[in-house]
């Protein structure tokens, strides 16, 4: 319990150092590049707009109701994307020829940009939530693969060929071996795809959804409203530092359950 009470006590601080960075360098870039304040809003703006001005509880509400939409969408997008991440590297790991066969098909999905396959998607799917899962699953996907199938084969083979002398198959070896060595890549792989799944989710709302965050950043934008922008823009940014902590954190408890140990 110590122990996680100190783990806990550095995320917060990392935290709150990650916020205070982000919150120097946007000052900084006001005042580097001279930006209008018409345009360009500075943290007590931001601050005024959701805790001061009149309408600041509307603000609020406007603002969480956008960020619970995103956090939706974010979270159909990453499920999907880690799951199917997660079965095609087993397969890889089973069988090469699996790999070579859909690796390019993989590839092609990272390659080829989203904005580009976004009409086909919707004309597919829709608008609703299955077109959220696919387009943030493609966003998570290959990423997220890479770091994982490189996790499954970071066993040592003396370890593999010790459970193959003692009858396990291939998919025991996966369970008893590779996927407890595999822990740090996946966990590696998850840390990138946290944000990378809230981008997936903001573009989708920008492009096919219509709501949340990312809809409502260039439905302020056309109305000229540069307070809310800005408000969008430094809520889904503090949430995306929290959860990528907050994952951290979650990665450091179950490392060091399975005996991992990280350097300082």
């Known amino acids: ?19 205070v960075v982000v919150t120097v360098l946007w000052v900084l870039a006001l005042w580097v590049f001279d930006v209008s304040p018409y345009i360009g809003k500075n943290p007590l703006d931001v601050y005024n707009f959701l805790f001061t001005v009149e309408r600041a509880v509307e603000n ?3 603002v969480l109701t956008a960020l619970g939409q995103t956090l939706y969408d974010s979270s159909i997008g990453f499920t999907a994307g880690i799951t199917i991440a997660t079965l ?13 066969a859909l690796m390019p098909i993989a590839m092609l999905l990272r ?39 490189f996790g499954l084969r970071s066993v040592s083979p003396s370890m593999g060929d010790l459970v193959e002398v003692y009858g396990a198959n291939k998919f025991k070896q996966l369970r008893t071996v590779a996927f407890p060595s595999s822990l740090p890549a996946f966990f590696a792989a998850v840390k990138i795809s946290v944000p990378g799944a809230i981008t997936g989710a903001l573009l989708v709302e920008w492009l096919a959804t219509g709501s949340g965050i990312g809809y409502g950043i260039v439905s302020a934008v ?24 907050l994952v951290a954190l979650l990665e450091d408890y179950v490392l060091e359950r399975y005996g991992f140990t990280k350097s300082k």
């Open 111 to 149: 390659s080829v940009p989203l904005i580009a396959m976004t009409p086909i998607i919707i004309l597919i799917f829709g608008r609703g939530e299955v077109t959220v899962a696919v387009m943030g699953a493609i966003v998570v996907l290959f990423p997220a693969l890479v770091n994982i199938v």
């Open 88 to 100: 095609v590297a087993v397969l890889f790991a089973l069988s090469k020829g699996i790999e070579q």
């Open 1 to 19: 319990m110590k122990t996680f009470s100190k783990k806990l006590g550095k995320s917060v601080l990392n935290t709150a150092f990650s916020l």
């Open 222 to 245: 056309g109305r000229a409203k540069a307070n809310e922008v800005w408000a969008y823009v430094v809520v889904i940014t503090v949430i995306s530092i929290v959860l990528y902590n």
């Open 60 to 62: 609020q509400q406007l």
